[in-house]
């Protein structure tokens, strides 16, 4: 896969994928979603924060994924990848089967493609400032753009802290964790979010529609 980066092109053979989950850094708001979800059938997490493993060629990059039955949603997070000794940041989504979550937040994680934007900014660029960096999503409903997620990195582990204790690698990349939904989570057709570095004024954003396809008894 290849990236845009300041210092020019950067290709990446991907040999692990690994999704971060329970990243907020309030844990009394960690442990209050936790037990909302143990309502809905959703088993606790084993350890917070917990890191699922995914084969890396759910990454694309692509303005529209397949995914299977009406029940999957996205969600912006942002994205480190290590590459040719280099800690890298981005931006993807953490597309989800909803409905297979309450079987296994795992298996969940795995059924769907991961969209990630095609730009990374050096890690050390921006980790003065991490806080200060900008994360937000809209989704496409009712025939109009509704802002689904609004607020800062501040909200999730120090991404040097979870890079570390997750273990990500040269040929690795991390999904790092999201923000809650605006008006809960839910489906939708077009899904478009964006990573805003308001100290160095720069942005990286993507957009892409998802296609359900039917569930064949």
Not at 52 to 76: F, H, K, M, N
Not at 139 to 159: C, D, K
Not at 202 to 215: D, F, H, N, S
Request: charge should be negative.
């Amino acid at each position: 896969m290849q990236f845009d980066t300041t210092q020019g092109a950067l290709d990446v053979t991907f040999t692990d994928l690994i999704v971060a989950g329970w990243t907020g850094r309030d844990r009394a708001a960690v442990d209050h979603h936790i037990e909302e979800l143990a309502a809905l059938g959703v088993a606790p997490p084993s350890q917070v924060p917990l890191y699922y493993r995914c084969g890396p060629e759910l990454l694309v990059q692509s303005d529209r994924i397949d995914v299977l039955g009406p029940d999957t949603s996205g969600e912006a997070e942002p994205l480190l990848i290590r590459a040719e000794g280099r800690t890298w940041l981005g931006l993807g989504s953490d597309q989800t089967d909803r409905a297979l979550e309450a079987h296994s937040v795992a298996h969940s994680k795995q059924v769907c493609p991961k969209p990630v934007a095609a730009a990374l900014w050096d890690f050390d660029e921006v980790a003065g400032h991490l806080d200060q960096i900008e994360l937000a999503s809209e989704i496409f409903e009712n025939g109009a753009w509704v802002v689904y997620q609004s607020g800062t990195l501040a909200s999730i582990r120090p991404l040097a802290d979870l890079a570390q204790s997750g273990g990500l690698a040269d040929g690795g990349a991390m999904l790092c964790g999201t923000l809650g939904a605006i008006g809960g989570v839910r489906p939708a057709e077009r899904f478009r979010m964006r990573l805003t570095d308001p100290v160095l004024g720069r942005e990286i954003a993507t957009e892409y529609a998802i296609r359900t396809l039917p569930v064949m008894a």
